[in-house]
């Protein structure tokens, strides 16, 4: 599922704030709003003007076709395919359609009018109907992670050499002769 966030890190960079936010149509009591989340009734927003001047209004999936209703004329409409490739592009409209193709395994959307971005979840087309599940396991690799931890170590150790020779360096006396000059 789609969830859209700042992710910032300087609040004194007061136009990286509340310009990327996750939409969720709900009642405002947490249980709902994260049933909604975990069913993917939600869509990301770019906005650095915080105006959102365009909201989804529908989507509906009917069959083989999946049918998307903005509140405004959007600059553009594209479905997105498998790879990012964009399959289908509409302009200045309020609404699209999109009718999955046999080799589409899914089709996502982004509607763009101005500075504003939607981002809805994909659509995801299966044999049976249901929701595939990830089945992939992730497997550690103990040889490679054991070369990296090896690496680092000695790259470390150098570093840390490094910063010895050179604090050494700085701190060992310097021995200066005077040479007395005699004159004949």
Known sequence: NLLANDDMHDLTKPNEFCVRYTMVDTKIDLTSTLQELQIGNAYGVSDPTRVNSMKLKSCLVDSLTKKVLFTEIADTINFIGKGGSIVKTILHDSTAQYTFNAS??????ESKKEDCSLYLNPIIRSQDGLIPLNLGKCHINWFATIIEKI??????????????K????????KIIMNKEIFSP
Do not use: A
């Not at 589409?104 to 959307?109: G, H, K, N």
């Not at 680092?152 to 570093?159: A, G, Q």
């Open 166 to 173: 050179i604090r050494y360096k700085w701190r060992r006396p």
């Open 151 to 164: 690496k680092l170590c000695i790259f470390t150790f150098f570093l840390i050499l490094l910063l010895y």
């Open 104 to 109: 589409d395994p899914y089709i996502r959307i």
